[in-house]
């Protein structure tokens, strides 16, 4: 992709030479629509006013990305970073001692170049991934809401918004009154800097300046910026970054994760910081240090020095929202506002928290101690006090002891059975296409103790359901084109096909087995009496279109049914096919077939559906835009429903994982965050109390967390992949904790 973009600019460069007498005509008709610059403002515009600042991406119109700074010189320290709610891919710039920056998590932030400390924000709705612009007092940059935005750059107060019709993938350009935006394809507005009227547009390219600028594919920028970027980018792997030099010293990001520094007259490295996400931001170097955002959620500023050792605090927490505010005094008052800090931040607790912060959490307050040294209260419903646990961050409030788990190495999904004393696992996983497939199940003690092998087949379908005394357990297995149903004890005998179908589940007194049977026009629902050997259809579903056939392909898995505690009901999933409207359904059915409630969701498909032990709630997963659209907020979302009350409910979005405590009152759940760094969050969310509370965070990538007991959950994580002698073969080492934990 790179070296296409890079063959297009010097496509235009070589058009431009050949047709330079069209360029001159073009530019002579632009300039009779427009004032054009005297020569004076065109010198006095091209640098920043203040050789201190960095007032635009790359410092001037040209992109050279030399700073005038003389202090700066490595080796660097850390200053100061600050945490934005998601990942920082815009680069930053900097006007009278203010870091303008934005962030994935919609927002543009003004903060303290000097010391760590917030200014103002503003709420966008979008990503903000390009570099915003300082110009005559403003603050100019993009979203991806197509709108671009000017903020009086004091005060973050809004002066004008306008919508564009494409993605802007690269920063505003400001000049002689003008801000000059490349869109997707080709397309550069321009408008006027005070107003946001538009004055213009033109097309692919247009000379700001005396420069040449080019716009393709939404990335606009100088025609040959790129040529003297490119040197630096090659110097690290995989860098998106470009150099920002001052003081003999060139400074750039890479996807390794870096931040380099190189000697501008040899070129050798001299220098780096390693943050925990790729670095495509690119530096900016206003008074003495440089500033730099990273996947990893940070903004970071580096000052002349060595990296010091931190002395931890004996005591710190973690905040578990966005936007939480830090106050002077431990009440809610908009005049002891101190502060405002985002999930993931970690600080020093000072002294023990008022109240109890379970019980109450609205009255109870942690007293912290910011980064820069001010002292504030925090509330207790978003901030957790937390200590080290092996990988794993845990609130120490909650979690009361960590035991690892020696899991097999080659366990590609774990199921434990309910009363926690064994684990089923498929083993010998393959990837010879897109769908998954293990070629051996295995049950193990729950620790992973005493492995015993159950049997061979093709298994596509993940999901082992077993019945609630953990006696029998139920897998699919397909047999050429047939799909196959099958029970076995958990000490491996009994081992019987029982059914042609797919999906089982068995009923919690394993007497009873339901499954799916599926073609090309019907989703019809099965149930097998084990101890009578006998089975019957309880109610058939529809299918809508053509297209039906191709999704449910052989390979394809389907959701077995989930079965009420007391086996009288079954919840199933229908996804978009079996209905006109392409929602997805979660119905709940009486054994006779009868549907006793519908859930419509505007997703695709429904995962991970459980009933509450109490049967009073239902929990669901739902994957998919019901119009196969990319929409984060439908992907992955948790939906928790109390079933007779259709106004109670609650939705937690990028989750999966589910599974409920044994007494019903509590659902755990896995988040997937949206930085580098930290890649997921176990949470428990309290039915009774109707709240969420934060159980562990973790730089593996935890799978699921499985409640065995009141007291106890299994946490899986994903540690890595490793390389196979066989092709299309890998086998994945799963790490394993149980934690003891203490809820009322």
Not at 105 to 134: E, M, S
Not at 617 to 645: C, G, P, W
Request: hydrophobic fraction near 35%.
């Amino acid at each position: 992709m790179r070296l296409l973009k890079f063959s297009l600019f010097i496509f235009l460069v070589f058009l431009i030479a050949c047709e330079r007498d069209k360029i001159s005509e073009k530019q002579t008709d632009s300039q009779s629509k427009l004032s054009s610059p005297n020569l004076s403002d065109v010198n006095s515009q091209q640098k920043p006013k203040n050789p201190n600042d960095w007032q635009m991406f790359m410092y001037d119109l040209a992109y050279k990305g030399i700073s005038p700074d003389k202090v700066l010189k490595p080796p660097l320290k850390v200053a100061w970073k600050y945490k934005t709610g998601g990942a920082v891919n815009s680069s930053p710039v900097v006007y009278n001692n203010t870091v303008y920056i934005g962030s994935d998590d919609q927002r543009l932030y003004a903060l303290n170049a000097d010391k760590w400390g917030l200014k103002w924000t503003f709420d966008t709705g979008g990503k903000i991934t390009n570099a915003p612009t300082v110009y005559m007092g403003n603050v100019y940059f993009s979203s991806r809401d197509l709108k671009v935005y000017a903020l009086d750059a004091i005060t973050g107060v809004k002066k004008w918004e306008v919508q564009v019709d494409g993605w802007v993938n690269s920063p505003l350009v400001a000049f002689n009154n003008r801000i000059y935006v490349g869109c997707y394809e080709n397309k550069i507005y321009i408008f006027n800097a005070m107003t946001g009227k538009k004055e213009g547009d033109e097309r692919e390219r247009i000379n700001i300046s005396g420069i040449e600028f080019a716009c393709v594919k939404g990335e606009f920028y100088p025609i040959d910026a790129h040529n003297r970027a490119s040197g630096w980018k090659n110097s690290v792997q995989r860098s998106e970054s470009w150099p920002a030099i001052a003081n003999g010293f060139a400074y750039i990001g890479s996807r390794d994760k870096r931040i380099y520094a190189f000697d501008t007259k040899t070129r050798q490295q001299v220098w780096f910081y390693e943050t925990d996400g790729w670095v495509d931001s690119s530096p900016a170097i206003a008074g003495g240090k440089l500033f730099v955002g990273s996947r990893d959620g940070y903004i970071y500023a580096f000052e002349n020095g060595n990296e010091t050792q931190i002395t931890k605090s004996s005591s710190e927490g973690i905040v578990t929202q966005d936007k939480t505010i830090v106050y002077k005094e431990p009440k809610r008052s908009l005049d002891t506002k101190l502060s405002i800090v985002n999930e993931g931040t970690i600080l020093p607790i000072l002294g023990k928290s008022t109240g109890n912060w379970y019980l109450d959490p609205s009255s109870s307050w942690f007293k912290v101690k910011l980064p820069n040294d001010q002292i504030g209260w925090i509330e207790a419903e978003n901030f957790i006090r937390t200590k080290q646990d092996d990988e794993l961050t845990i609130n120490s409030s909650i979690v009361k002891n960590v035991a690892h788990l020696n899991l097999p190495n080659e366990a590609e999904t774990i199921s434990w059975s309910p009363n926690g004393s064994n684990m089923a696992y498929f083993a010998n996983v393959t990837y010879s296409n897109i769908y998954w497939m293990a070629q051996s199940l295995w049950v193990a003690s729950k620790d992973g103790k005493d492995q015993r092998w159950i049997s061979d087949g093709a298994f596509f379908n993940p999901i082992i359901t077993w019945s609630d005394n953990g006696e029998w357990l139920a897998f699919e297995n397909l047999n050429k084109t047939e799909r196959q149903i099958w029970i076995v004890k958990y000490i491996g005998s009994g081992l019987k096909k029982i059914a042609i179908g797919e999906a089982p589940s068995l009923s919690p007194k394993g007497d009873m087995i339901a499954f799916l049977r599926r073609d090309n026009k019907t989703t019809s629902v099965w149930i097998k009496n084990l101890d009578k050997n006998t089975e019957r259809k309880i109610v058939e579903f529809r299918t809508k279109g053509q297209e039906s056939y191709i999704a449910y392909g052989y390979n394809a898995s389907l959701v077995p049914p989930a079965w009420s505690k007391d086996g009288l009901f079954l919840a199933i999933a229908l996804d978009g096919y079996h209905y006109d409207d392409r929602y997805t359904r979660v119905v709940i059915l009486k054994l006779t077939g009868e549907v006793a409630r519908e859930l419509a969701v505007r997703a695709w498909k429904t995962r991970n559906i459980s009933f509450s032990p109490d049967k009073k709630k239902i929990a669901y997963m739902t994957q998919e835009h019901s119009e196969k659209q990319a929409d984060d907020l439908l992907d992955r979302q948790v939906h928790i429903s109390i079933i007779d009350n259709e106004e109670r409910k609650e939705t937690f979005k990028h989750c999966q994982g589910l599974s409920w405590s044994p007494n019903g009152r509590y659902l755990a759940y896995v988040e997937d965050l949206d930085t580098m760094g930290f890649k997921r969050k176990v949470w428990v969310f309290d039915t009774e109390r109707w709240q969420k509370i934060q159980l562990v965070t973790s730089k593996m990538s935890i799978e699921k967390a499985v409640w065995t007991d009141n007291n106890a959950i299994m946490v899986l994580a994903q540690a890595n992949f490793q390389k196979s002698s066989e092709p299309q073969k890998k086998s994945a080492k799963i790490n394993g904790w149980r934690l003891s934990i203490s809820l009322p």
